[in-house]
């Protein structure tokens, strides 16, 4: 069981460059998520899927896409990178349900220069 | 609208000890509440949550905390720190309208000193 698994581990775009980051889950959970960090921020939610075939923007979708390609996998893409968003982007997973744990994987960092 | 204030960006303690963290919360609904720690490049790990049940919450690690709603506080304590508590902790509320969709505070990091 590995838990919430995210592909790559680190990355280095220049602007204006395309990438997906892959994000997969084996505990059968429904709802999915993507998040951002920063320095001094916190985690902040870029998209969710609260269930296969449905996403919903969160604090800060602008410049990124989600696809909820299956249960298991949620997959964010940066069209077109610009510096502003590198970040260390983690995704997670839980049972849709009030105050279930949410599960983060290992993050990615992403380096746009 | 919900949203979670970490009272302090950085607190520094010596080992052996108390560790007291101090979070605020704003919530239209009864909130859930989490804290959350991560240790220096590493993900995030669940350290306790808080979903209307007993109001003093026990945690991994020795760490508990205690959801008081005429504060709308959810402080995170330890009675003695160790090296190895050294980390950045988050304080988390849900967005109840959005499954369980987090909000995160801007963390405090933890130093201990020996």
């Known amino acids: 069981n590995a838990g919430v698994t995210q592909t790559p581990k680190f990355q280095v775009l220049k602007t204006g460059q395309s990438m997906t980051l892959q994000c997969a889950q084996d505990m059968n959970h429904n709802s999915m998520y993507w998040y951002r960090q920063d320095p001094g921020m916190g985690l902040r939610l870029i998209y969710y899927?609260?269930?296969?075939?449905?996403?919903d923007k969160g604090e800060v979708p602008n410049g990124y896409n989600v696809s909820r390609l299956n249960k298991r996998e949620f997959s964010l893409r940066l069209e077109s990178a610009a510096p502003s968003q590198t970040s260390v982007y983690f995704c997670a997973s839980s049972q849709p349900q009030t105050g279930e744990t949410q599960y983060f994987g290992p993050g990615t960092r992403l380096l746009v220069l | 609208a919900q949203s979670v204030t970490q009272l302090d960006s950085h607190v520094s303690v010596s080992e052996g000890t108390p560790v007291l963290l101090r979070c605020n919360y704003s919530?239209?609904?009864?909130?859930?509440l989490f804290w959350y720690v991560q240790h220096p490049n590493k993900g995030l790990q669940l350290l306790l949550k808080y979903t209307s049940a007993a109001t003093l919450v026990k945690g991994i690690n020795g760490f508990e905390a205690e959801f008081k709603k005429s504060e709308t506080s959810f402080h995170l304590t330890k009675p003695s720190a160790h090296m190895s508590d050294a980390a950045e902790y988050f304080c988390v509320v849900t967005i109840q309208q959005a499954g369980t969709a987090l909000i995160f505070g801007k963390g405090t990091t933890l130093s201990v000193s020996s």
């Open positions: 919530s239209s609904y009864s909130p859930s």
């Open positions: 899927s609260a269930s296969e075939g449905t996403t």
